[in-house]
C-alpha cells in the first residue's frame, strides 16, 4: 500500500514551512487591506498596484502551504524519488501568477499616463502606508529567507525573495507617492509601472529556475565539483565517470559509476558503494539519494565487452575443454573477471589433489594450456585451496 504519512526530515520541513508562510500570509492579507484602502481614498495608483501585489502574495502564500505539504510526503509505489517535484510545480505556478500580476498592473499605469483626466494628486496619507508595508515586508523576507535555507526549501526562498521585491516596490511607491504630492503627479503611475517591472523580474527567475529543474538541469558546477572531490576521496575508489546529477524540490539525486579493483569481491565493491552514498548524504545537505553503479574499468564506450558470454555458457565451455584432464573433475569453483574485451580465469581445487609443488605447477600447466585457447580469454591461474 502506498503511503502518505511524511518523512520524518519531510515533516520537520513541512512544519517550518506551514508556520513561516502562515504567519507571512497573516501579514500579507493585513497589508493588501491598508493598501487598498489607502490606494483608493488616497488617490494612489502607485499604492493600489501594491495591493495587488499584496493580494497576488496571500495567494501565493496559500500555493506555498500546499506544495510545503504535499512536498513532505515520503516516497511511495507511485513516487519511488518522492514528492519534492510537488514544490518545484508550485514554483513554476507562481512564477507565472507573478508575471500575469505584472502585466495587469503595466496596462492599468499606462492607461493613467496616457489619460491626463485620470491623473489624481495621492492623498499624503498614502506615504504612511508605504512606509509600514516597507517595515513589515522586509521583516517577514528575513524570517522567511532564513527558514528556507534552514530547510534547504527553494520554495521558501524564494517566497523569501517576492517578500523582499515587495518592500523594495513599497519603497518606489512612497518615492512616486512623495514626487506626486510635489507636483510632479505622472510619477505615481511611473512608480506603478516600476513595481510591476520588479514584480516581473522575480517572477521570470522563479520560472526559470523551476523549469530548468522541471528539465533535470545538473547542479551548479560549484556542487559538482564538491560531489566529485568527495567521492574520489572514499578508500577503494580508482576513478568514476558518468556523475549526472538533477535538482527534486530541495533535494538533490546523484548517479554515478565508480571504478575499483577488478580482483576484489562483490561484497567488497557493494560496501564502496555504500560508503559513498552515506558520504555523499552526510557532508552535502541537499543530497537525498545516491544510486552508485561499481565498475571494474570505464565501460563508457558500449561496444566494450557486450559480446562476451556470462557465466554459465562460459564455464560450461571451460569445464568440457578440460574434461579428461586430470583432476578436472575435482575443480571447486571457477571464478571469472571480466575487464573490457577480456576475460581472466581462475580454477580453484583442493589442495589434497597435489603432493608437492612440482606436481602442483605441472597440474596447473595442464589445465591452464587449453582454456587459454578459448576466445577472450586474456589469462588463466589455478589456485590449491584447503
Known amino acids: 500500500m502506498p503511503t502518505t504519512t ?9 512544519q517550518a514551512g506551514r508556520r513561516v508562510t502562515l504567519f507571512a500570509a497573516g501579514i500579507n492579507l ?7 484602502t489607502g490606494g483608493i481614498f488616497g488617490h494612489s495608483q502607485a499604492l493600489i498596484a501594491d495591493a495587488i501585489d499584496s493580494s497576488a502574495d496571500l495567494f501565493s502564500d496559500m500555493a506555498v502551504l500546499y506544495g510545503a505539504r504535499e512536498g513532505s510526503r515520503a516516497p511511495d509505489s507511485k513516487h519511488p524519488y518522492g514528492h519534492g517535484r510537488v514544490e518545484t510545480l508550485v514554483s513554476v505556478f507562481l512564477g507565472a501568477v507573478l508575471l500575469a500580476t505584472a502585466a495587469g ?4 499605469a499606462a492607461q493613467r499616463l496616457l489619460s491626463s483626466d485620470l491623473l489624481m494628486p495621492p492623498e499624503p496619507a498614502t506615504l504612511l502606508v508605504a512606509v509600514i508595508a516597507i517595515g513589515l515586508k522586509e521583516w517577514i523576507y528575513r524570517y522567511t529567507l532564513r527558514v528556507g535555507r534552514e530547510t534547504r526549501s527553494r520554495m521558501l526562498e524564494a517566497n523569501a525573495w517576492h517578500q523582499r521585491t515587495d518592500s523594495i516596490s513599497s519603497l518606489v511607491v512612497l518615492l512616486g507617492v512623495g514626487g506626486s504630492l510635489l507636483g510632479m503627479p505622472y510619477l505615481d503611475p511611473v512608480a506603478a509601472i516600476g513595481v510591476s517591472v520588479l514584480i516581473a523580474r522575480v517572477g521570470w527567475q522563479l520560472l526559470w529556475q523551476s523549469v530548468s529543474e522541471l528539465a533535470d538541469v545538473a547542479l551548479s558546477r560549484d556542487r559538482v565539483a564538491a560531489i566529485r572531490a568527495a567521492i574520489r576521496d572514499v578508500e577503494g ?6 556523475l549526472r546529477t538533477r535538482q527534486a524540490g530541495p533535494d538533490a539525486l546523484v548517479d554515478v559509476h565508480v571504478q575499483v579493483n577488478p580482483h576484489i569481491s562483490v561484497s567488497e565493491g557493494h560496501r564502496i558503494a555504500e560508503h559513498i552514498r552515506e558520504r555523499l548524504i552526510a557532508d552535502l545537505d541537499e543530497v537525498s539519494d545516491v544510486l552508485v553503479h561499481i565498475d571494474t574499468e570505464d565501460d563508457q564506450s558500449f561496444e566494450r565487452g557486450r559480446t562476451l558470454p556470462l557465466r554459465a555458457d562460459l564455464e560450461q565451455k571451460i569445464r568440457s575443454t578440460i574434461a579428461g584432464l586430470p583432476s578436472a573433475e575435482q575443480v571447486k569453483r571457477v571464478q571469472l573477471h571480466y575487464d573490457a574485451d577480456r ?7 583442493p589442495l589434497a589433489v597435489t603432493t608437492d609443488t612440482r606436481s602442483a605447477q605441472a ?7 587449453p582454456i587459454r585457447l578459448l576466445p577472450n580469454i586474456a589469462e588463466v591461474a589455478v589456485h590449491f585451496v584447503t
Open 237 to 242: 575508489v580508482h576513478d568514476l565517470h558518468l
Open 363 to 369: 597440474l596447473a600447466e595442464q589445465l591452464c594450456a
Open 6 to 14: 511524511a518523512s520524518p526530515e519531510g515533516s520537520r520541513r513541512y
Open 343 to 349: 576475460i581472466g580465469v581462475e580454477l580453484h581445487l
Open 30 to 36: 493585513f497589508l493588501a487591506i491598508i493598501k487598498f
Open 105 to 108: 498592473i503595466t496596462l492599468s
